[in-house]
């Protein structure tokens, strides 16, 4: 027999519900995780001898919180359905230690933002600065490819890779002659800067979804709780 009536029989629903779409959340973000893990363009630019691994370290903690997330639904809907208080009450403390995790990641990626971006610049120019090393050479040629930018310096070795590059490629005016590229356009500094900000800010934005999602949770679970416990104290 359910232990709970009236509307808190409504809460124990809305709970089921919202941990089934908890269970949902963590797998777009495990889903996520995995795509900004395995991303071609990403991959290519941070699989290289000493390149940066920063980015990839958010990326990790995206991905343990989405399987964490999809273990804590599963036992929140089964909770709710139970309407069992110590699974209600440990349910709210997952909640309570994965936001905390988020917000120390969150933080973490806050103050290495300018970090990761700065990392991965400092490992394309000092590749774009050794050309004598082929392996320097197609790291930078990959940065190229991937990003559609050349050159990052006023250096005569970015000049020298530049000089084949297409016709609609970013180029540094400071790097390539305007001459040979009447186009101009952004080089490859601000093409990095632009990458990682744009995937950081996806991160970001799942971030604050979660955690919207997991504060609705802490207050359904700890109302439920409290119902169950006072409906059998009554009893």
Not at 195 to 211: D, P, R, S
Request: net charge negative; glycine share 10%; charged share 10%.
């Amino acid at each position: 027999m359910s232990k709970v009536q009236g509307g808190m029989k409504c809460v124990k629903y809305l709970l089921f519900i919202f941990n089934f779409i908890f269970w949902l959340s963590g797998l777009l973000v495990l889903a996520v995780g995995l795509w900004l893990r395995f991303d071609p363009e990403t991959v290519e630019l941070l699989t290289g001898d000493g390149a940066p691994d920063t980015f990839f370290i958010a990326v990790y903690i995206l991905l343990g919180a989405g399987g964490l997330m999809m273990i804590v639904g599963f036992f929140g809907c089964f909770g709710a359905v139970r309407e069992s208080q110590c699974l209600l009450a440990s349910f709210f403390a997952c909640l309570l230690i994965i936001f905390g995790a988020e917000i120390a990641a969150g933080v973490f990626g806050f103050i290495n933002k300018e970090q990761i971006v700065e990392e991965v610049q400092k490992f394309y120019s000092s590749s774009i600065s050794d050309l004598s090393n082929s392996n320097a050479t197609a790291i930078a040629l990959i940065y190229h490819k991937t990003l559609n930018c050349c050159g990052g310096s006023t250096s005569d070795t970015s000049n020298t890779l530049c000089a084949e590059a297409p016709e609609d490629t970013q180029v540094n005016p400071c790097a390539c002659c305007n001459t040979l590229y009447p186009h101009g356009g952004s080089d490859c500094l601000t093409a990095i800067t632009n990458f990682f900000n744009e995937k950081l800010h996806i991160i970001g934005y799942i971030g604050i979804g979660v955690a919207g999602v997991m504060i609705i949770g802490m207050i359904f679970s700890m109302v439920l709780c409290c119902a169950i416990r006072n409906n059998r104290e009554v009893i």
